[in-house]
């Protein structure tokens, strides 16, 4: 795995840690991923990073998690690792249960032995998406796909084999190293391709930064909390008012020479989809804001921001 952080060094399944034994170990799963960089580019100066690739741990095979990762020494653990594509876990729905609900049982069964904090990543996909009120960390989860169906019964194992841990769900994410609606809101753009968005499906735009600077106090500070917590910007958007939004700041920062308009699409306009996607998963953020003592800025805020750093 190529990176740009400092990392353990690994040989075989060991990753020899005795050079860096002052600062706590932290063992991120899905360090390659859009979330997992980010968490270990932005806590790199704080703890030494455990970054093992799939040739080392993989998540497809949870029979050897527990050996693999009972090699590694951590202190503490993030699991951004997952099968996130909804269409491929309706195709392979036994690869989406190994990955999403058998690995991080495993995992939490050896933090649990062992008493390290872990943190594990989930979705806004857990939820049915029928509503149209926010949902907080109580409301029931019942995804008509198995992706979600698989993420939730990830969150269950979780909680069960290690009580202390925190599950953060989190939606629609972007930040740096791209890849997100942003990235693709301008390719599209400078490609000259049409600008529809699907606009019958809401939830939060999230940044991964500020993910990874609410995971900083959520390992210090308020390392005690425990359970599920939704890891998201304030706010609630379509992906039509995503890419709207993105396209409209890209234009005032000099990014685009003229204003694009995105024009809307319905999720019946996309008979390709294998998995059925849950109309509305607006989480809230208030049990976040609390713990936090402010509220997490709105995700079209946190956007600006984004983009402006991509002009500068």
Known sequence: MNASFPIASCTGSICDTSRMLSRPRLLILGASGRLGQVLAAQLTSDYEIIAPGRSIVDLAEPETLKVKLGELAFDLALNAA???????????????????????????????????????????????????????????????????????????????????????????????????????????????????????????????????????????????????????????????????????CAHQHGLLDRAHAAHGLKLRDFPQFKAPRPPFTVMSNNRLAFLLGETPRRWQDALEAHIISRVR
């Open 82 to 248: 997952a099968l996130t594509s909804p269409d491929v876990c309706e195709e392979q729905p036994e690869l989406a249960r190994r990955i999403n609900a058998e690995s991080p049982l495993a995992l939490a069964e050896l933090c649990a032995d062992r008493g390290a904090r872990l943190i594990h990543f989930s979705t806004d996909y857990v939820f049915a998406g029928n509503g149209c009120v926010f949902l907080d960390e109580h409301a029931p989860t019942a995804s008509p796909s198995v992706y979600g169906q698989t993420k939730a019964a990830g969150e269950n194992a979780v909680l069960a084999a290690c009580p202390a841990a925190l599950v953060g769900r989190v939606s629609w994410l972007f930040g740096p190293g791209g890849g997100g609606v942003p990235e693709t809101v301008l390719q599209r753009v400078r490609a000259g391709e049409p600008l529809g968005f699907i606009e019958d499906k809401w939830s939060v735009p999230t940044s991964t930064l500020d993910i990874a600077q609410w995971v900083k106090r959520l390992l210090t500070d308020l390392a005690q909390v425990s359970g599920i917590l939704h890891l998201c910007n304030t706010g609630v958007a379509t992906w039509r008012d995503y890419a709207q939004v993105t396209l409209d």
